[in-house]
């Protein structure tokens, strides 16, 4: 019997202090080895920067509370979203900046893209810096950044130089309802871009004219940006050009659609083909008010389109073109509305390729010729059909043209044939 409790007290001492020494090794864990994880966001995911801070009283500079929020959203197990409530949110140098090769989604959420003054979310910076960068290192397939989204801000750049978002190596990103203003750089500047979208986003007061920088600019580097969708966005008084598609030599943009989008005001052009291939605009509308054309192709650009899009000028001075072909090949120019140009609605010049322009229904031309080809070697589908001094195509005879070029195409029957 005493063997027996002898035997049960060494048991329990075993046990006792087998407990007492995996209690410890936790506690040193905690304290020394192993820092504790931050926590994870609530269900929903939301991450409320005034929890990490932030005022937004438009004076505090809120930066590190809104990037330890992105941080934070990036260390969560499924990512998160950045919420941040009404207010003017001051964000200092560096500005915000994504984690490099973030393969979670981090969506940055605001309550709307309102303007000075208004009730919105907006993120303002004060000096000569980038407000928000988003970079992956391209090394491998799968480093780059991707799930970055913007939903319901307005980023402001204050008129200071330094590109007011960078995107580079960034794949699925996605901006709704974001207003980008006020920068003498790009407001948007994105290299190597695949699979994003735009979509309702403002493009405002951007650019400069002197250093002939656009509001927005789309390009590529050692890979080409791929499949990049605006959809019902406003492009509006740019300092100069609006959007300039312009890839790396050999490695044009591609794809970049553009979709009911409004381009005016502009202090250049509204939107530049140079170095892009399969992209163009259908539907939506672009007025100039400057000397420059509404749009311009050059620089070996090919395979583009312009679908749908009502064309203007302003009459006092009119642009001498509304659509300008400098250099490239295969532009198709089809269904389109002019008002305005002062030359020639549509040139096609010396060098340019083959072109498709057709069934465009054109009015009050300042000139006798809607199209002014100066191509030596003429090729292509070109209607160089006029209207007299205000005059216009009926709604039916410009419908009537218009199935009459898809069926030379192939893409209809031409019904009018037995």
Known sequence: MLSGRVEAARYTR??????ALVGAGAAADRLLLRP??????????????????????GVTDDRAAWQKAVDAANQARYGGIVVGPPGDY??????????????????LQGTSMAGTGEIGTRLKRNGPYTLLTAKGTG?????????????????????????????????????????LAHSADPALLASQLWNSSFYRCNFEGSGSAPRAIPAVLITSGVSLTDTVQLTNCI????????????????????????????FERSGGVGLTFRNAQYSGMVGGSMYTSSAGPCVREEGG??????????????????????????????????????????????HLEEGYG?????????????????????????????????????????????????????????????????
């Open 139 to 179: 090394t491998a397939g799968t480093e780059v950044n991707t799930g970055l989204s913007l939903a319901d801000l307005t980023l402001w750049g204050a008129d200071a130089s330094g590109s007011l978002v960078i995107l580079e190596q960034c794949a699925h990103v996605t901006f709704e309802r974001v207003r």
């Open 14 to 19: 075993r046990v006792l202090l087998g407990g």
């Open 90 to 107: 001051l964000i200092g140098p560096p500005g915000l900046v994504m984690p490099t090769n973030a393969q979670k989604p981090i969506k």
């Open 354 to 418: 083959v072109a498709t322009v057709w069934a465009n229904v054109h009015e009050r031309l300042a000139s006798e010729a809607f199209v002014a080809d100066a191509r030596t070697a003429k090729s292509g589908l070109v209607q160089g059909d006029r209207q007299p001094v205000g005059g216009s195509r009926g709604g039916n005879e410009a419908l009537a043209d218009l199935l009459r070029a898809l069926a030379a195409t192939g893409l209809i029957e031409d019904g009018s044939k037995p």
């Open 301 to 346: 650009s090919f395979n583009n389109r312009l679908v749908g899009v009502n064309f203007a000028s302003n009459p006092s001075p009119a642009a001498p073109q509304l659509v300008h072909l400098v250099h490239g090949r295969n532009m198709v120019v089809v269904g389109n509305s002019f008002y305005g140009g002062a030359a020639a609605n549509v």
């Open 235 to 262: 492009f509006e008084s740019n300092a100069f050009d609006d959007l300039v598609l312009d890839g790396a030599p050999g490695k044009p943009a591609n794809a970049v659609q553009l979709a009911n989008c409004k």
């Open 36 to 57: 504790e994880s931050p926590p994870e966001p609530p269900e929903d995911g939301s991450l409320n920067v005034k929890s990490f801070g932030a005022t937004g009283d």
